[in-house]
């Protein structure tokens, strides 16, 4: 059996993403045949295809979540069966293909009312938001938060639940456009860092104070400024690089108001079925009750991955960035 899938076979820039044909094994004990209907495209995906994460072996098919059908089950599989709609997040790649075989284990059964492409995007994102805002660090009513890149795709499902959770959120954007995006989501301040310093603005809105948390998926030079926007025993949650790797942090410099630094991963707070069930089934309760929700902002052909990346890379895009295979 064969199809259809984008192999990387050397790290570099988004031309190395390339479709090929590959050998495709029938499903083993406890796995499923997945015919996929939509594909998520992550920045994670983009730390992958450059080097920056050495995590997948080379040659390699890249991406960690899809959404699609059952086609067969291996043997010993239970709960699902040939045409469920399974969505999932898979530590070892393989999702920019057509179809693939996957461990069961790793499956999550789609309710009704969410389609393919919220499906295929709600297993980073979607998860990512839920951990962050409710086991990182758990926001609730009073807090003041700052989320960086508050159009983007995980930032704009931050931006949502985190209005919802009854939290002042301010978020940072880079356009006017990406301010109305934010706006819509519920931010209650919302800072173009391109125009005005983010750190003075912060201080300004909050009298002084700083925010209790800071959700930073950019990284690079605003790790700096958003440690410099924390009130009295505020934490700031690290959860990416997009705009490159932190520079070296002194320890010490938390002590001047006893701050904390926290860099989570999605997959250590997954790894036990349990405990990826009831993160699925909270994120799946919020889509459905209208607290977050899932646009496409870029939707291409998977063997245009290339430009998806070239997109998601130049921070055109707003929204999730789906391939369709």
Not at 198 to 226: K, L, M, N, P
Request: glycine share 12%.
């Amino acid at each position: 059996m064969r199809t259809e899938a984008i192999v990387l076979r050397h790290t570099g820039g988004p031309e190395q993403l390339q479709l090929e044909e590959v050998a495709l094994e029938e499903p083993g004990p406890g796995e499923l045949l997945v015919r996929h209907s939509a594909i998520a495209v992550n920045y994670h995906d983009i730390y992958v295809r450059s080097g920056l994460y050495q995590t997948l072996t080379l040659p390699g098919i890249p991406g960690l979540e899809a959404s699609g059908i059952v086609e067969r089950c291996g043997a010993g599989v239970q709960g699902f069966s040939a045409g469920d709609r399974i969505c999932y997040v898979a530590q070892g790649y393989g999702a920019y293909s057509r179809r693939r075989v996957l461990p069961a284990a790793r499956a999550i059964a789609v309710p009704a009312g969410i389609d393919d492409e919220q499906a295929a995007s709600v297993s980073v994102k979607g998860f990512t938001a839920c951990v962050l805002l409710h086991r990182v660090y758990a926001l609730r009513r009073g807090h003041t938060a700052l989320i960086h890149a508050g159009a983007g795709g995980v930032g704009q499902l931050l931006v949502r639940w985190a209005h919802a959770l009854g939290a002042t959120v301010i978020t940072t954007v880079g356009s006017e456009e990406k301010a109305v995006i934010a706006r819509a989501c519920g931010a209650d301040h919302v800072i173009q860092y391109r125009d005005e310093d983010f750190v003075a603005r912060v201080r300004q809105i909050t009298a002084g104070a700083g925010v209790d948390v800071a959700y930073d998926g950019v990284g690079g030079e605003t790790f700096s400024g958003s440690l410099d926007c924390l009130a009295l025993r505020g934490t700031l949650v690290h959860f990416g690089q997009s705009a490159g790797a932190v520079p070296p942090l002194l320890v010490s410099r938390l002590a001047a108001r006893s701050n904390a630094v926290v860099r989570p991963m999605l997959f250590h707070y997954i790894k036990d079925r349990a405990d990826l069930q009831a993160i699925a089934a909270q994120t799946f309760a919020a889509l459905q009750q209208g607290t977050i929700s899932l646009a496409t902002g870029l939707r291409v052909p998977l063997a245009d991955a290339a430009r998806a990346h070239q997109a998601l890379e130049s921070r055109a895009t707003t929204g999730a960035v789906i391939l369709i295979p």
